[in-house]
């Protein structure tokens, strides 16, 4: 039962646009999916679902209505379900996200920067 | 809902075991638990769950019982429910571990290095 590896800087070469999160595994009915973020994001929540953020290079800030997060290289975060936040870097930022599978990365929200289909890499 | 950002290296200083995860966060019903691994860990599965090993410092093996996989920092490999596998490390290698909450160290083997209770750092 052997599969292959993931390994994290491999992926990230195979895409370069920002905010728009890839599938590298899954986990039971979790995925892990890379995204290279730069600029603003959209606030919105996930009504059902708790989502983890860990910074694998760069600097990033989770906001919240209630203040803001930094997050460097070697840090995470679990964003609680239901909570609006609004995830922001002024350089680009790698991170990796972990969520249960079928999760829209604009929540609530909608709009333009809804990735509504499955994207491995 | 601000709660605090988890910082890998700073909950690496709060402990030294070796084969003794410690829990830093909680998504839904899952759990991450850091640990430091050396040496040769027994041969196990877990029967009803997926098992996420993402190396953050060093090198380390995952034998399978058809083979074995190198991971270094920067990559990750998800090992099946039901899949023997015994972790190996030469030298300490940190790692961060994703799985389902309850789920034993040990699995199926028990044994010595079973972990039977709840370690947060």
Same mark, same amino acid.
């Given at each position: 039962m052997l599969s292959k590896k993931i390994n994290f =800087?491999?992926?990230y070469a195979k895409f370069t646009k920002h905010?728009?999160?890839? $599938?590298? !595994? *899954?986990?039971n009915d979790y995925q892990f999916k890379l !995204? /290279? $973020? /730069?600029?603003? %994001? $959209?606030w919105h929540n996930h009504t059902h679902t708790d989502e983890t953020f860990i910074v694998l290079d760069g600097n990033m800030t989770l906001k919240f209505r209630d203040g803001e997060v930094n997050l460097s290289k070697g840090e995470m975060y679990v964003v609680? /379900?239901?909570?609006?936040?609004?995830?922001?870097? %002024?350089? *680009?930022? =790698? $991170?990796l996200v972990i969520e249960p599978k079928g999760v829209i990365n604009t929540g609530d929200a909608g709009g333009d920067l809804t990735i509504d289909k499955e994207l491995w890499v």
């Open positions: =800087k491999n992926k905010w728009s999160p890839r $599938i590298i !595994a *899954e986990m !995204a /290279k $973020i /730069k600029g603003e %994001f $959209i609680p /379900k239901g909570v609006d936040h609004k995830p922001v870097a %002024f350089n *680009e930022c =790698k $991170i």
